[in-house]
């Protein structure tokens, strides 16, 4: 067997590979993020605000064993019209109290679309894709490095 051949090269040119791959995932996640905190920075600026009061708090049930979280049910104004929205995100404990008001934002064409005015409703998403596209570089960073490790010792 040759030195580029042996198991120690395959094996560091296979971590290179998957860690170039892996890098690769993290910058489409990058891209993803950074579009959507792009959507969150428009929908701040452009979306109109109204304030929309708690009409409720739905109980959502877990799938696993750690207890029911909340989601509030939200009442908003516009145009003379009533809109209920549903909240996307659920806590417990509750975020919200029953009565309480909130600043909403929502797009002119379609309200039932608003989201709250707050971290969770606009950067909440983003902010996950942007930490896993972090983590993931970080990861693929290593496997590459590996990689060169393997390689220049068996050299």
Do not use: H
Request: hydrophobic letters at 45%.
């Amino acid at each position: 067997m040759t030195a580029n051949n042996s198991p120690a090269q395959i094996l560091a040119k296979v971590f290179r590979i998957f860690g170039c791959l892996i890098v690769g995932i993290a910058l489409v996640e990058l891209v993803i993020g950074m579009m959507m905190l792009n959507s969150a920075w428009e929908r701040r600026d452009t979306w109109n605000r109204g304030t929309a009061t708690v009409k409720a708090m739905e109980k959502v049930e877990s799938t696993s064993n750690s207890g029911a979280t909340w989601r509030p049910v939200f009442t908003l104004s516009s145009d003379g019209r009533e809109y209920t929205i549903r909240s996307s995100t659920s806590s417990n404990p509750p975020a919200y109290e029953v009565g309480e008001q909130v600043e909403m934002l929502y797009p002119a064409e379609n309200p039932k679309d608003a989201v709250t005015n707050d971290f969770k409703g606009l950067y909440l998403w983003a902010t996950v894709i942007l930490g896993m596209s972090g983590m993931t570089g970080l990861m693929g960073g290593v496997f590459i490095l590996i990689g060169l490790y393997l390689r220049r010792r068996t050299i």
